[in-house]
Every structure is written in structure tokens, then in C-alpha cells.
């Protein structure tokens, strides 16, 4: 063989490596992306029923929106319908816009800087809905009480001992909920500083 054979060869298999490089790592960030998106699929179904589940008691507010014949009623119902239909929403587009950060066109930075703008949104919904959950389980039990009743609910003696213990439950399960973001989240993280040029 000749040296400019073998130089031909050379090259043919230098393109071939670099062709196999480019192939691979590809597949792994293909991979990595799928490994990050997943990250929140379940989430992301578990919000989506809970939106559907607002959405309904919205329309139920809504249509029963007639027995609320007083202006703190109204307010209380006007309130619950913001609350039911604004925060999951928010709380699906946030997911939404974390999930789809685009780990393979975008930079390292700029997928971190991406990521820790959608991941402090989805935080701070999450807080938010924390604290307003508290006021929103009061006007609950005022709209429902109203609608299905006619009556009012701070009146009885008897609820308040319901209304605490309903209160400590709610504090609860929104620091196990808010957990869990903040899990589902550093994991993610973690998948993203796996690509660390």
C-alpha cells in the first residue's frame, strides 16, 4: 500500500470515528432529555387530574353562584372560582415549561439559567398555593355550607374541633407535597449537571 492510500484510509476512518462520536452523543442526549422529561410525568398527571377536579368545583360554584344572595357570599364565591381555575392552571404551565427546557439545542448555561427560572416559578406557585389553601378550605366551608344548607357554618360550636384538626392536616400534607417538588426537582437538577461540558 501506498502512503497516499494509506492516508486515504486514515482519513476515511477518522470521518468514521468522528461520525460514530457525533452518533453517540446524541443518543445520550436523547437519553438524558427523556431521563429529565420523565422526571415529571407523574406529576405533571397527578396536577392535571387535580386541575379537572377544580375545574368541576368552579362550574359547581358557578352554577349554584344564584344562592350566594349575600356580598361576603358572593366575594367568597367569586374567590373560590379565581382560586379553583388560576393557581392549577399556573402550577400546569410551570410544569409544563420546566419540562420542555431543551437540553440538547441550548447551551449549559442557558439550560441552567432556564431550569432555575422554571424551577423557582414552580416553587413559589407551590408555596403560594400552600398559604392560600388555608383561606381558600375558610371560604370552602362557608360556600358550601351556603349552597347546600342555606346556612352558616362559623355559627356551630360543634365544627371548630372539625375546622382545627382539618387545619393541622392541611399543614401537613402541604409540606409532604411541597417535599415532593422539591425532590422531583433536585433530581432533575442533578440530571442537567450530568452534562457539564
Known sequence: ????????????????????????????MDMTERKYRKKFDKIMRYETAGAVICILA??????????????????????????????PASVLRALRKIKTIDLINNTYKDTL????????????????????????FFVTLALTDKIVNDKDKFQETESWYFIVLVL??????????????????????????????
Not at 5 to 28: A, G, M, T
Not at 114 to 136: D, E, H, M, P, T
Request: aromatic content about 16%; proline content about 1%.
Open 1 to 28: 500500500m501506498e502512503l497516499e492510500e494509506l492516508q486515504q484510509v486514515w482519513k476515511e476512518l477518522s470521518q468514521e470515528v468522528e461520525k460514530q462520536k457525533k452518533l453517540n452523543h446524541k443518543i445520550i
Open 58 to 87: 368552579a362550574g359547581f360554584v358557578l352554577f349554584n353562584f344564584d344562592k350566594l344572595d349575600t356580598f361576603f357570599y358572593q366575594a367568597c364565591g367569586i374567590f373560590a372560582i379565581a382560586f379553583l381555575v388560576v393557581l
Open 113 to 136: 439559567v432556564a431550569y432555575a427560572k422554571a424551577k423557582n416559578r414552580l416553587l413559589l406557585l407551590q408555596r403560594v398555593g400552600i398559604f392560600s389553601s388555608f383561606i381558600f
Open 168 to 197: 393541622i392536616g392541611l399543614l401537613f400534607f402541604g409540606r409532604w407535597g411541597y417535599r415532593i417538588y422539591l425532590k422531583i426537582t433536585g433530581s432533575a437538577e442533578n440530571i442537567i449537571e450530568e452534562l457539564k461540558p
